[in-house]
C-alpha cells in the first residue's frame, strides 16, 4: 500500500513502513511540513496513498466534503508508541483492513480495537 505519513507523527515511522515492503513517504519529504490539512489530503489523492495521522481534523473534513478519499489511519490513541511499535501494529493489521482502505475509509486503531467507517461519512 501507499502511505503518507503526518507530520504529527515520526518520518521513522515511514522508513519502517517503506522496510516492510510498503511505498510510504512523511510529509517531510514531500517538502509539506506545516501544510494544512486541506493540502496534505490534495496531495494523498493525487498520488493514491493513504494518510497515516494522530490528527481527527481529518475525519471531519472528510465528512464536510463526503469524499471517498483519501482514506485515514487514525492512530491518536497509540501516538506514546515508539515507532517500531506503531508500524508493527499497522503492519500486522493492514492484511484486514487493506480492503476497507483501498474502497475508502477511516479506521481509527483505539487501545483495545479497530473501528472502521466507509466513506463517504454521512
Request: aromatic share 0%; no cysteine; net charge negative.
Given at each position: 500500500m501507499k502511505f503518507l505519513v503526518d507530520q504529527n507523527l515520526s518520518p521513522r515511522l515511514?522508513?519502517?513502513l517503506v522496510k516492510s515492503g510498503h511505498?510510504?513517504?512523511h510529509v517531510r519529504g514531500l517538502d509539506a511540513t506545516g501544510a494544512p490539512d486541506t493540502e496534505i489530503m490534495d496531495l494523498a489523492f493525487r498520488d493514491d496513498r493513504v494518510i497515516i495521522s494522530a490528527d481527527t481534523d481529518f475525519g471531519a473534513l472528510l465528512a464536510h466534503?463526503?469524499?471517498s478519499k483519501p482514506s485515514v489511519i487514525l492512530v491518536r490513541a497509540l501516538?506514546?508508541?515508539r515507532p517500531p511499535e506503531l508500524a508493527g501494529?499497522?503492519?500486522a493489521n493492514l492484511d484486514v483492513?487493506?480492503?476497507h482502505l483501498r474502497f475508502g475509509a477511516i479506521v481509527a486503531f483505539t487501545r483495545t480495537d479497530i473501528r472502521v467507517r466507509p466513506?463517504?461519512?454521512r
Open positions: 515511514a522508513e519502517l511505498d510510504a513517504v466534503s463526503r469524499a501516538i506514546d508508541r501494529i499497522l503492519v483492513l487493506e480492503a466513506l463517504p461519512l
